[in-house]
């Protein structure tokens, strides 16, 4: 049988890894030496799900969507992550995490955010918590994402604009990274993604595994078996969707679907679509597909979702897609738009305009009628308006 999961090299196939600075080796090896048995605690499960319980909302609805299910031909269920406290499925990640630093005895915490909803979710956590943090964010997404930024501000955060490269994510991750290389000793630095060098992918997929593990009780629930046909998730750094397959990985019978941002294609220069047009390289202290030129240089993303806009891909995901158990599609802008008015209209949801990309899957997909599909809205749309408004003519 083909294994999934990390192995003890911090691989998934070729992909992974820990590429780090000398300096930083010290503060990776102390997180892999602690974070399993930290997470498995049951001190640490017992805080952990308590306030997934009654400070995040969970567990999340899963809704069976009757009108998309009808347009579509199949009984399509919604994994409702958008309701979450923050709106969107980051705050589980930054939660476990935040625990896990407490028990390893840091007392400050930086992260790094693109469009900001890390970035929120990390600040939330802290305020809970009352520990200090500070978020690099590019200031060219400072000047696109104003209201994110007020509510980290709000949250008691200090935002730290990052001025080199393009002002983007790529840039804040560095900027981050720069951080920790500086206070090893009493620094955590909360990945938003199933990213950067082991043993984050693997931490960011354990924690987000709840999504997965509640699907299976309430499928059951709600249909006699706990396994649908087919799961499906957006990709950006790939935390939502790994959350979602995690318990279902080696069902093979299971058909895992993902969408990646195509921006305006995946063989134009506007793209985020890494699976689709990237190749291996060395992104953010991890081997995995990155968008960059023949020389090497990380070449800029472009999607109209902030969510996805990101060079690199998580490695599991590489993984899944080389392997063949993950069948990605690419989509673009106006997919998506379109996606995010049809549920909207069909069942009064409007989503994140990241979680509109795997939406705009399903016209793509044959199902048969008895088909049981679970999709995971990721995020709710509030943050998208502007976006959604602006590019109403691709949703007639
Ligand atoms: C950040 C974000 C994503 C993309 O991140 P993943 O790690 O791939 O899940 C998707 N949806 C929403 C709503 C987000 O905020």
């Known amino acids: 049988m083909k294994n999934y999961n990390v192995n003890e090299k911090g691989y998934y196939g070729e992909f992974g890894g820990a590429f780090i600075p000398e300096i930083l080796y010290k503060c990776t090896e102390e997180l892999r030496s602690a974070y399993a048995e930290i997470i498995e605690s049951h001190d640490f499960q017992e805080e952990y799900r308590r306030l997934l319980r009654d ?14 299910s009808q347009k579509y031909g199949a009984r399509i269920f919604l994994k409702r992550e958008d309701l979450n406290h923050t709106g969107a499925h980051k705050i589980n990640n930054a939660l476990g995490q935040i625990l896990l630093a407490r028990k390893m005895g840091k007392t400050r915490i930086i992260a790094e955010t693109g469009a900001g909803q890390h970035g929120v979710a990390t600040a939330t956590v ?37 001025s080199s490269g393009n002002m983007t994510l790529k840039d804040a991750v560095n900027e981050a990274i720069r951080d920790w290389c500086c206070h090893p000793q ?19 997929a354990r924690l987000q595994s709840i999504i997965s593990e509640e699907i299976k009780t309430q499928l059951l629930e709600k249909t006699g078996r706990n396994y649908p046909d087919y799961l499906m ?25 993902t969408a990646e941002a195509g921006g305006q294609g995946w063989d134009t220069p506007y793209t985020a679509a890494t699976i689709h047009s990237g190749s ?16 090497g240089q990380v070449i800029e993303p472009y999607s109209i979702s902030a969510g996805l806009d990101y060079p690199g891909i998580g490695p599991v995901h590489a993984h899944l897609a080389k392997t ?38 399903l016209p793509k997909l044959k199902f048969q009628t008895d088909n049981i599909v679970v999709l995971t809205v990721s995020g709710r749309g509030d943050k998208d308006m502007l976006n959604f408004l602006k590019h109403q003519e691709w949703a007639e």
Do not use: W
């Open 55 to 68: 400070y995040v909302g969970r567990p999340s609805a899963l809704y069976e969507a009757s009108r998309l």
């Open 126 to 162: 802290c305020a809970l918590m009352d520990m200090p943090c500070t978020i690099y964010m590019g200031k060219t997404d400072i000047q696109r994402q104003m209201p994110n930024v007020e509510r980290m501000k709000m949250l008691g955060a200090t935002v730290a604009g990052v």
């Open 186 to 204: 009493d620094t955590f630095y909360i990945m938003g993604s199933a990213v950067g060098p082991h043993p984050y992918p693997d931490i960011v």
């Open 233 to 257: 998730a957006c990709v950006g750094g790939g935390s939502n969707a790994i959350g979602t397959f995690y318990h279902y990985l080696d069902d093979t019978g299971v058909k895992l679907i």
């Open 280 to 295: 291996v390289g060395i992104l953010h202290g991890c081997k995995t597909l990155i968008l960059q030129t023949a020389d």
């Open 324 to 361: 063949g158990r993950a069948t990605v599609y690419s989509i673009n802008d106006d997919e998506a738009v379109r996606a995010a008015y049809e549920l909207t209209r069909l069942e009064g949801i409007i989503p994140a305009m990241e979680s509109a990309h795997i939406l705009a899957v």
